[in-house]
């Protein structure tokens, strides 16, 4: 996947100025940063549900390229088949509240693939295996703890079978050791060569799971590398600011 000077403002406010980033087929990126600096807007500009107003995205053979104009039906059009290969985790879960944990991981396919009832609930129930809350799947979303309707989130997002995955701020809502579960199952899938770009404030996660980790500011990148040398070693002033209040 790569972005290319990738500018969003609201209002007055210039949010990105130009941020750009390559991330290979399996890698896990991780994206920190100050609060306010951009990370999600920037996160959500990669599948379009934040409309960028320059710049471009590329991925699994879709271009979207935008240079202030309107957003046409051909741009909607693109957006849908980008987010097709795309699969998109937020802080608060949102999981329908009325379906079980079941239900929401079979209801995209159903709807949006027309995939038949039976082939949908085997598919979903490999996946609740796989993040650990096969034993859960006819609960509802409000009787799971965070960890578990994340990681049922997860599940739903896999559900339809993304190339990428984005989070963000997957464990904010979460303590510690429930965060680990979460975490657990984002490393199996950085080992199954999930490509995964996580905004994240956890910055154990960061050191220790990505292959890069990109540091914004200000609504740009200002630097980023592999998790030691940047993290051990940054070269920019405003980076070890940050690292150091943080680590
Ligand atoms: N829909 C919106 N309308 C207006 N302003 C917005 C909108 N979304 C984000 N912003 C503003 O854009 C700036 C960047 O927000 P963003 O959520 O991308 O930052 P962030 O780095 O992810 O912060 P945090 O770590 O606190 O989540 C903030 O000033 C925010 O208030």
Redesign the pocket.
Known sequence: MKAEHIAKR??D?E?LRGVSLQVGRGDLVSII????????????CLNCL?IPDHGSITAMGVRIERAGGRWTRADDHAAHRLRSHVGMVFQSFNLFAHLSVLDNIVLAPRVVKGEPAQIAREQAMILLEKVGLADVARRYPATLSGGQQQRAAIARALAMRPEIMLY??PTSALDPIVAEEVLAVMRTLDEEGMTQIV?T?DMRFAQQASDTVIY?DG?QIIESGPPDMLCVNPTDERTRRFLRTVL
Not at 33 to 44: A, V
């Open positions: 609201f209002g406010v949010v940063g100050p609060s306010g600096c951009g990370k999600s807007t920037f996160l959500r934040e963000d701020e905004v404030h914004m609504g």
